[in-house]
């Protein structure tokens, strides 16, 4: 199996193993949150907010500030920089390192972030156990040699399970896995990946049962085509609201940025400040506490008034960008439910209020905003719809969640770069919203396609010695996209390759790459994944 690779027949069993794996992992992460904001707060996030609130206030605002400190430790102590891995570095790991991912940063991560949700952190679950899962498809791939292929298809097994262990959903798990992770549908990779999100699904479902992770009240509707263009508004207004949800995250990123730069904080104590920010706002607003399970169920179903689901979706878009702008990790699938649930229902509460004989009820509002906000921010309008289903239960309106959705994630993905995950990679510099023809070049180091100097048709050392006088001269590390974007700057034929000498530091010439081989090699590339989508 390391040297030519699993079999169909053994992937789909590694696929399942895979799936059992990331699906307790999944199951176990939940729970712990669970276990420890009972231990913390006395309720798990059922009922968190309304027990939140009936705790003594220095309680509520110390814990947060503990949990920072401890999120802080971890991540300063076994990660490069401070930074918790989630979604965006799963899909980065998918794109360009043959389906893997950091492994000691992501076991940190899952760490530091089941803290964070546990000790009043304002973000969701489905981060950490993504990136949790992608560790564990990484140890896989690694011990049986995967390559890039079987790596991603891998990946997407363990995301899929993961997905749909943490939201007992195994179809939307399946295709956001497809969707957002792989960022294709090719057949060849749909049956692993269904397998593992099976196999996900059950271990959900061992522990919880089939009961969906939200109840909808019975009465009401869809007034159907009369009322199909409120919807199309609530796309528009979801898609505004899902652009400031992200915007607020990266805002307070760079904040928290400057601030650490301007004042020399240690790393360690970021998390802290951030967590003491959330606990001074969790006291007169103990919803923003945790996952929201509590506050999104009690929209769906109609039990907040108007002012209090503007105000609630309004503080609680301030405290996610807290948590993730004060690094102290989580996911934004959840914050994105329950702000797309509260903007829903707001709106639902305005427009049957105006015309209450066309209207059907307001919870069908609330519902399409979840699933609208959630799928402007994830930049996955097909698996969230199927989410978001599936967390309810009600198939009978689904004309105007998908309505919703469409518009909602048109707007958005035109004010950030399509979606909240793609946009934190390319202010990174990984540039993947554009599609392949922009990121793959970055994949090739310039040493795997140089000709030697040895080389029978190297480039002449004397016209190699004039360029590298001239500065058109790169080193073997550097990438193909920066030595296509010299071609195109020069017109050159060829570029020298250089690497310094360890003991002078003078540059030694290992060869040339030249333009034909260059563009030759991007070709392939190109082809590669073309076939690999298409299979």
């Known amino acids: 199996m390391r040297t030519k690779g699993p079999s169909q027949v053994q992937f789909w069993f590694i696929a399942l193993a895979i799936g059992i794996a990331a699906g307790t992992a999944a199951l176990f992460f939940r729970k712990g949150i669970g276990w420890l904001q009972t231990f913390l707060y006395g309720s798990d996030d059922v009922r968190l907010a309304s027990v939140a609130g009936e705790l003594p206030w220095w309680w509520v605002l110390t814990v947060p500030i503990l949990g920072g400190l401890v999120v802080g430790l971890i991540l300063d102590r076994f990660t490069p920089d401070g930074r918790v891995r989630a979604v965006a570095d799963v899909i980065e790991g998918a794109a360009l390192k043959e389906g893997r991912v950091e492994q000691r940063a992501g076991l940190a991560s899952a760490a530091a972030s089941l803290i964070t949700l546990g000790s009043g952190g304002s973000s969701g679950r489905e981060g950490p156990v993504v990136h949790l899962a992608a560790v564990i498809s990484t140890w896989v791939s690694n011990r049986i040699g995967a390559n890039g292929i079987t790596g991603r298809d891998l990946l997407g097994c363990a995301v899929a399970a993961a997905v749909s262990a943490s939201f007992n959903a195994p179809i939307a798990g399946a295709i956001f896995a497809l969707e957002v992770v792989l960022r294709h549908f090719a057949v060849h990779a749909f049956a692993p990946i269904a397998i593992a999100s099976v196999a996900g699904t059950v271990i959900n479902r061992l522990e919880f049962g089939g009961v969906t992770e939200f109840m909808l009240p019975e009465e ?73 399970y509590e506050t999104t169920a009690a929209a769906l179903t109609g039990q907040i008034g108007l002012s209090t689901a503007i105000i609630f979706a309004i503080v609680k878009v301030i405290a996610v960008a807290v948590t993730m702008g004060g690094r102290m990790g989580g996911g934004m699938f959840s914050p994105a439910l329950v702000v797309g649930a509260l903007t829903g229902l707001a709106f639902g509460l305005i427009a049957t209020g105006v015309l209450p004989d066309v209207s059907g009820a307001e919870t069908v509002y609330a519902l399409a905003g979840t699933g609208a906000v959630a799928a402007a921010v994830l930049g996955a309008p ?106 195109e700057k020069t017109g050159a034929d060829f570029v020298p390759i250089t690497k310094p000498d360890p003991e002078t530091g003078e540059p030694v010439l290992l060869g040339a790459v030249f333009q034909t081989d260059a563009l030759r090699s991007y070709a392939a590339a190109l082809a590669d994944t073309a076939a690999e989508e298409h299979s």
Do not use: K
């Open 220 to 292: 009401g509707g869809l007034a159907f085509y009369v009322e199909l263009p409120a919807f199309l508004l609530l796309g528009l207004v979801s898609g505004l609201v899902a652009a400031v949800l992200m915007r607020s995250v990266i805002f307070a990123e760079d904040i928290g940025n400057r601030v650490q730069a301007a004042t020399g904080l240690p790393r360690y104590l970021r998390p802290m400040l951030a967590g003491a920010v959330l606990g001074a706002i969790a006291i007169p607003f103990p919803h923003i506490i945790g996952v929201g």
């Open 382 to 487: 097909i698996s969230t719809t199927l989410i978001v289903f599936e967390l309810t239960g009600d198939w009978q309106t689904g004309l105007a969640v998908m309505t919703a959705v469409s518009l909602s994630t048109a707007l958005a993905s035109r004010l950030v770069a399509r979606s909240f995950f793609l946009t934190q990679l390319e202010r990174r510099g990984v540039h993947l919203a554009a599609g392949p023809q922009a990121y793959l070049a970055e994949t090739i180091r310039l040493a795997t396609i140089l000709r030697p100097v040895d080389h029978a048709r190297a480039a002449p050392e004397a016209a190699c010695r004039d360029l590298i006088g001239q500065g058109v001269v790169l080193g073997a590390t550097q990438t193909l996209e920066t030595a296509l974007r010299l071609f």
